[in-house]
Structures are given as structure tokens and as C-alpha cells.
């Protein structure tokens, strides 16, 4: 078992930035690829970012070059740096571990409570 909890959420300006911080514990960290989900009301859950253990990226499109996924292997730690915030980012952010990571929910085994991002002015 994979205990994740998130934290960081708020209400931003658009325009604005938030950190995202996910805590995880349980079983060895760096054995699993980390994500960021996000899910809007209405919608299904959506993609953001993943990392491997060894620091392999990857991004939707919809967030590139504006969030910054990043881990800490030793302090058990997954971050999301997100800037340049726009309304359509608002949604709740989860944090997710699995064994073989990808874009698609089903590929995560762990999944933390939610955090959630509002993006309005």
C-alpha cells in the first residue's frame, strides 16, 4: 500500500501560481511512476504530468511549459509547480503512483484524497 496526500490547492488570479505538494508513504516511493490528475466538475479525469523514478517526463498538452512536475525520491515527496494559471485549469488536482505510469487513470494504483485549484478573478 501506497498512502498519498496532496496539498497546495487555493484560489488564484489567472495569471497567477500555485505548488502543489503530495505526500506519500507505505511502500518504497521510488519503485513507482508519480502523476498529477485533475478533474473538473462534469468531466472525467484528465491527465496532467507524470515522472519516473529515474526522472522521465511527461506532460499534457494542455498544461506544457506552464507546470513543472518534479520528485524527491528521498524525502518521499511529488510537486507540481504551476504558473502562468488560467480559468480552465480550475479543477480538483490528485496525486497517483503506479507501477507502470502513462496518461491514463487505470495505470495508477494509488490515488490521494484531491486538492482542489480555483483559477478566477
Known amino acids: 500500500q501506497v498512502q498519498l496526500v496532496e496539498s497546495g490547492g487555493g484560489l488564484v488570479q489567472p495569471g497567477g501560481s500555485l505548488r502543489l505538494s503530495c505526500a506519500a508513504s507505505g511502500r518504497t516511493f521510488s519503485n513507482y511512476v508519480m502523476g498529477w490528475f485533475r478533474q473538473a466538475p462534469g468531466k472525467e479525469r484528465e491527465f496532467v504530468a507524470a515522472?519516473?523514478?529515474?526522472?522521465?517526463?511527461r506532460y499534457a498538452d494542455s498544461v506544457r511549459g506552464r507546470f513543472t512536475i518534479s520528485r524527491d525520491n528521498a524525502k518521499n515527496t511529488l510537486d507540481l509547480q504551476m504558473n502562468s494559471l488560467k480559468p480552465e485549469d480550475t479543477a480538483a488536482y490528485y496525486c497517483?503512483?503506479?507501477?507502470?505510469?502513462?496518461?491514463?487513470?487505470?495505470?495508477?494504483?494509488?490515488w490521494g484524497q484531491g486538492t482542489q485549484v480555483t483559477v478566477s478573478s
Open positions: 515522472i519516473s523514478w529515474s526522472g522521465l517526463i
Open positions: 497517483a503512483a503506479g507501477a507502470g505510469g502513462g496518461s491514463r487513470p487505470s495505470l495508477y494504483d494509488y
